[in-house]
């Protein structure tokens, strides 16, 4: 009996002995679990305080090397070269800003549950400084492209460019979101492992977070704002498309009589090549008919009918030597050649808006055409009486200058 107590004794006491040595066990793997989370958590604040100091030595680096490429492609433009240093500056206080928190001192004071808040709070707040400052970045470079392209650029090949660029931007973004809020993924894993963090855990931004990221998106706007104002006016960009008006001086009565209104008897596309054989057969008009071709590509010939003494059914010959044109109203192309027809529209002086309201009045349902110095230029059926005193001259145009050249001739008809 005597011995099995002791028996019994003896495995207690081995029992306490084995639960003392497994207890022990426990104690150091947590001590090494604590230690391995810590260095974890500690790569991940060195690596912000690494970037802190990236940033207070690369921005300032960035707006030197800005200012002078400013300085090669757009000269002395202090309205860009004063944008692109705030702008530098305001993205280097804000992430300072947004980094400021993570500091050792957190890690001293095992402070986890304020560094796990920060870490979260950082990625939201990083996502949207990303977004406001790629926003702005993109308007600016937009802007430089379409200065530096000017306006013989096509438009095939631009829009792929502004493509590219908006594209590029973007994957630039993202993977600078994923490279910058990387280890706060690792360091809210490892808090989030903590038993005594896992019931307190803090998600989301405060009220002082919230008012930052107001401020943070009002300066942004204003960048915006500004970059615009830079690329639409300091940039001088040429617009997609461009009214513009020629008027004739109040005081100006004179005209070179080279422009005039027919009615379209017949018309004819005939080869090149059979043009003079053409004009051959038809000389035997008589009188009554005038033959003219027409200023496009394709050889159109056209039998005008004489409406007056004089042959055409307005001229400036009819009005007493008297100009026609008042005004043009033209919508200039984003470039050239011009791949449709651009809108011109002759408004007449009072004298040749009475005629032009007499003869759409004769010649409703019948065709008209308007030549300048012995050229088709334009020709439409006439649909109803027009008493607006204007029409319509829609033409393709192959350069910047034919197109301003005619213009010119015409308001001095």
């Known amino acids: 009996m005597e011995n099995n107590e002791n028996n019994n004794l003896n495995e207690l006491d081995q029992l306490k002995a ?3 040595t497994l207890k022990q066990q426990f104690d150091q793997q947590e001590i090494v679990n604590d230690r ?5 958590i500690k ?3 060195d690596f912000y305080r690494r970037n802190r100091m990236r940033s207070i030595i690369m921005c300032p680096l960035a707006a030197i090397f800005g200012l002078l490429g400013i300085k090669l492609w757009f000269g002395n433009n202090l309205s860009l070269s004063l944008f692109w240093v705030a702008f530098m500056f305001t993205c280097l206080v804000i992430e300072l800003v947004l980094t400021r928190k993570f500091q050792r001192k957190t890690l001293g004071n095992d402070d986890l549950l304020v560094l796990s808040h920060t870490a979260r709070s950082f990625k939201k707040l990083f996502s949207v400084f990303t977004v406001l400052n790629y926003s702005t970045g993109l308007i600016l470079v937009c802007g430089l492209l379409m200065s530096l392209v000017g306006t013989n650029y096509n438009g095939g090949p631009m829009m792929l460019t502004f493509l590219a660029v908006v594209v590029g931007m973007i994957v630039l973004g993202i993977s600078e979101v994923r490279y910058k809020t990387r280890p706060c993924d690792e ?11 896992i019931i307190n855990r803090k998600t989301g931004i405060d009220r002082k977070q919230r008012w930052f990221c107001v401020a943070m998106l009002v300066a942004f706007i204003g960048l915006d704002i500004w970059a615009y104002t830079i690329v639409g006016t300091y940039l001088k960009l040429p617009p997609m498309w461009r009214t513009v008006e020629y ?3 109040d005081n100006d009565f004179s005209t070179e009589g080279k422009l005039a209104i027919w009615e379209v008897f017949a018309d004819k596309v005939v080869p090149e090549k059979d043009v003079p054989e053409m004009r051959q057969a038809l000389s035997v008009l008589n009188d009554s008919y005038v033959l003219m071709e027409d200023s496009s590509d394709e050889v159109r010939l056209y039998v005008l009918k004489k409406n007056s003494q004089e042959g055409p059914a307005i001229s400036s010959a009819i009005l007493g030597g008297k100009p026609m ?3 043009i109203v033209v919508t200039k192309p984003c470039k050239y050649p011009s791949n449709g027809s651009i809108p011109m529209i002759v408004w007449l002086t009072p004298e040749a808006y009475q005629l032009w309201h007499e003869y759409t009045k004769r010649l409703t349902g019948k065709r008209g055409a308007v030549s300048i110095d012995g050229v088709v230029v334009q020709e439409w059926k006439i649909m109803r009486n027009l ?6 001259i829609m033409r393709e145009w192959s350069s910047k200058e034919e197109l301003e050249a005619f213009c010119e001739q015409l308001i001095r008809q």
């Open 18 to 20: 084995q639960y003392e």
């Open 325 to 327: 044109v008042k005004k």
């Open 247 to 249: 008027v004739r001086a």
């Open 43 to 45: 790569q991940g604040t």
């Open 387 to 392: 008493d607006n005193g204007c029409f319509f």
């Open 187 to 197: 360091i809210i894993r490892q808090i989030d492992a903590s038993d005594n963090t």
């Open 36 to 40: 391995l989370m810590k260095s974890s």
